[in-house]
């Protein structure tokens, strides 16, 4: 029997905040002013006119959570049905631990979780491990990956303001898969 699988459901949860593409040009000439930057040279390099910002006080944990119960919301799927949470986010709340024990301890879940990070790629990699994953499990029950770009590292720029603080973060998502045959 060969199996295959697909993404049968996904959420997304994107943060009300914005910040200028103009805003974020004039916060790197203010704290770098030896480095010359044009006016508008992201949008005209990127097509960027605005970039989508969470509160200050959001994890990359919280923004998963939002994604993942409007998906477990969506579905009708209870949490004690997961049996995998990957989370593929490229950065994390702290170091230690993984961001998904966080997601997992947030959501009521009881299953095997880890990160899988390798940047843009990650949410990739994890789409292969839930599906290695699924063929192995004596139960039914999907799979549930969540992936967030929940906030930009710190500018390599020495003089960047405030390099340390807390800084913009963006979108997260959530999906399931299932085995069909």
């Given at each position: 029997?060969?199996?295959?699988?697909?993404?049968?459901?996904?959420?997304?949860?994107?943060?009300?905040?914005r910040?200028?593409?103009?805003?974020?040009e004039?916060r790197?000439?203010?704290g770098?002013?030896t480095?010359p930057?044009?006016?508008?040279?992201?949008?005209?390099m990127?097509?960027?006119?605005?970039?989508?910002?969470?509160?200050?006080?959001?994890?990359?944990?919280d923004?998963?959570v939002h994604?993942a119960?409007?998906l477990?919301?969506?579905t009708?799927?209870?949490?004690?049905?997961?049996?995998?949470?990957?989370?593929?986010?490229i950065?994390?709340d702290m170091?230690?631990?993984?961001?998904?024990?966080?997601?997992?301890?947030?959501?009521?879940?009881?299953?095997?979780?880890?990160?899988?990070?390798n940047?843009?790629?990650g949410?990739?990699n994890?789409?292969?491990?839930?599906?290695?994953?699924?063929?192995?499990?004596?139960?039914?029950?999907?799979p549930n990956?969540?992936?967030?770009?929940?906030?930009?590292?710190?500018?390599?720029?020495?003089?960047?303001?405030?390099a340390?603080a807390?800084?913009?973060?963006?979108?997260?998502?959530?999906?399931?898969r299932?085995?069909?045959?």
């Amino acid at each position: 029997m060969t199996v295959h699988s697909s993404i049968v459901h996904a959420a997304v949860h994107i943060p009300e905040g914005r910040q200028s593409v103009t805003a974020v040009e004039d916060r790197f000439r203010a704290g770098n002013p030896t480095h010359p930057l044009s006016r508008g040279v992201l949008q005209r390099m990127y097509g960027l006119a605005e970039r989508t910002v969470a509160d200050d006080h959001d994890q990359p944990s919280d923004l998963a959570v939002h994604a993942a119960r409007d998906l477990l919301a969506d579905t009708g799927t209870d949490p004690a049905g997961i049996d995998l949470l990957l989370y593929a986010g490229i950065l994390a709340d702290m170091e230690e631990p993984a961001t998904a024990h966080v997601v997992a301890d947030k959501l009521g879940l009881r299953c095997p979780v880890f990160d899988l990070k390798n940047a843009c790629n990650g949410v990739l990699n994890a789409l292969e491990v839930a599906d290695a994953f699924i063929p192995t499990r004596a139960r039914t029950l999907p799979p549930n990956l969540v992936r967030t770009n929940a906030k930009a590292p710190p500018m390599p720029w020495p003089n960047w303001p405030n390099a340390n603080a807390a800084t913009p973060r963006t979108t997260s998502s959530a999906a399931s898969r299932h085995g069909t045959t």
